[in-house]
């Protein structure tokens, strides 16, 4: 077993579902479509692969199994949001292409909820929609500026709307709210749980799961992989990388995407007094507009699961089971959330973890797809990769399967500048870290928007 992930602190997530244990997988197969990645973007690849040829040969390989990353460890939100603002898409594309994401991200949210019910998984699946909070002014302004700009692309309040203080407070009791806006469009669910419905679907239609085997290269149909036995040779047609945070532990790939960590905890299950006093009673998935991201839902069992951004980015990239929880940052999001929810006293935390998400250097997520090499790859979701991984793998698939009915979305052969060379990598993305937390802090103790950290921010994460 690889080192690096011995010692994983299991979320709550996992100690709720399938404990996998597939084999790593031997030489002289021959597969139509190799995806590396069990993660959702592998298995939604699959499933859309299936739909268009079932008769496909797939094998999905995993250096250990399905949903051990960001699919498993997520804050469980479905969620029709994008990392990418639809300015920044229009910029990149056209204003009917960015409108056209947008649509597919809200289908998307509806398809995977039929896929649900209609496959009977119990992943505490529900639609209550998001609330995005605002705790102080520079917040509320940034609130009102997303609500306007979905509004300039003609998405109207059936899509998002703002609500006042007291709308606000009806739906969740947070006692420093000043408002929040309210979107219909997401879900809450048990990410992990999910996976598991994914992967025993996919097995029903003959999809093969090696576990244990860590690719090292990709070719034009060959892929070379470690098993704890021996280095293996995998002849395929097709490849499709799916490695999101992970990326960088293919060496050819390392400067494609920087894998950033955002930590999770979950309380005991709270009790009904307690929920009386906090409300939610819709299980609505929960933020506010700081600039550093929190995000919380209400569990199907009465938790409440919080988690948040921050933490350092690991030189060269680097993942590794130490990373996995940090004493400060569980700390700061522990002391964020009993702010928020005051009627949590003094509950217990049941569960602490963490993980890696992939981010590309220009905060884009991309669909990519090479017919001359029949390599693909998706990914770089920044977080919002439940809903999106959907509709970057139908991307996928449809060019994999010549299916060249549908207009391309602005996700398609998008290509992201490489991160820089270190240190200038890691000196960057902390400081890019380090200002957002500093812009926090400035906007609630004197209630304004720090005006140079706020245009460095907008001019490099925008």
């Known amino acids: ?45 699959a499933h859309h692969l299936l739909d268009a040829q079932s008769s496909l040969k797939i094998a999905i390989l995993d250096a250990r199994q399905p949903g051990f990353g960001a699919s498993g460890r997520n804050g469980g939100w479905c969620s029709a949001f994008s990392p990418m603002s639809l300015e920044g898409i229009a910029r990149q594309s056209n204003p009917s292409s960015a409108i056209q994401l947008q649509r597919s991200l809200i289908s998307a949210v509806d398809d995977i909820g039929n896929f649900v019910e209609a496959n ?17 002014g520079p917040q509320l302004q940034r609130i009102k500026e997303s609500i306007q700009s979905f509004r300039d692309f003609g998405f109207d309040e059936t899509f998002i709307r703002q ?22 469009h997401c879900a809450a669910l ?165 993980g890696a998400l992939g981010v590309h250097r220009d905060w884009f997520a991309s669909a990519c797809i090479d017919h001359d090499t029949k390599i693909a790859s998706l990914g770089g979701y920044v977080g919002d990769g439940v809903a999106f991984s959907y509709v970057a793998a139908l991307e996928v698939a449809r060019v994999v399967t010549n299916n060249r009915m549908e207009a391309p979305l602005p996700i398609r052969n998008h290509v992201s500048p490489k991160w820089e060379f270190e240190p200038f990598r890691w000196i960057g993305i902390n400081s890019l870290l380090r200002l957002s937390a500093h812009a926090d802090e400035h906007e609630e103790r004197t209630g304004r928007v720090h005006r140079l950290i706020n245009w460095l921010l907008q001019k490099f994460v925008a």
Request: proline share 4%; net charge neutral; hydrophobic share 40%.
């Open 120 to 136: 009977g998984i119990k992943c505490g699946w529900h639609k209550g929609g998001t609330l995005a909070f605002a705790t102080n």
């Open 163 to 184: 609500l006042s203080q007291e709308e606000s407070r009806q739906a969740v009791k947070i006692p420093a709210s000043i408002g929040a806006s309210f979107s219909p």
């Open 190 to 354: 048990q990410p992990a749980q999910l996976v598991d419905g994914l992967v025993a679907n996919l097995l029903s239609r003959g999809v093969s799961f090696f576990g244990n085997t860590h690719v090292v290269d990709i070719q034009p149909r060959m892929v070379t992989a470690q098993t704890p036995e021996q280095m293996i040779s995998l002849a395929t047609n097709w490849t499709i990388r799916a490695t999101e945070g992970f990326t960088s532990r293919i060496q050819q790939y390392r400067r494609n995407s920087a894998p950033l960590y955002s930590y999770m905890l979950a309380t005991e299950p709270l009790t009904e007094s307690q929920w009386a006093e906090i409300g939610w009673e819709n299980r609505e998935t929960v933020c506010d507009a700081r600039n550093l991201v929190i995000y919380a839902q209400r569990t199907a069992d009465n938790r409440i699961a919080f988690g948040g951004r921050g933490a350092p980015y690991k030189f060269a990239s680097r993942i590794d089971s130490r990373f996995d929880t940090n004493s400060h940052i569980h700390g700061l999001i522990e002391h964020s959330m009993r702010a928020m929810f005051p009627a949590i006293e003094n509950s217990a935390i049941t569960h602490r973890w963490g």
């Open 1 to 45: 077993m690889d080192k690096a992930f011995a010692e994983w602190p299991r979320s709550l997530w996992s100690s709720q579902v399938t404990e996998f244990n597939f084999e790593p997988v031997t030489s002289g197969q021959i597969f139509d479509v190799v995806i590396i990645g069990a993660g959702y973007s592998g298995l939604w690849t």
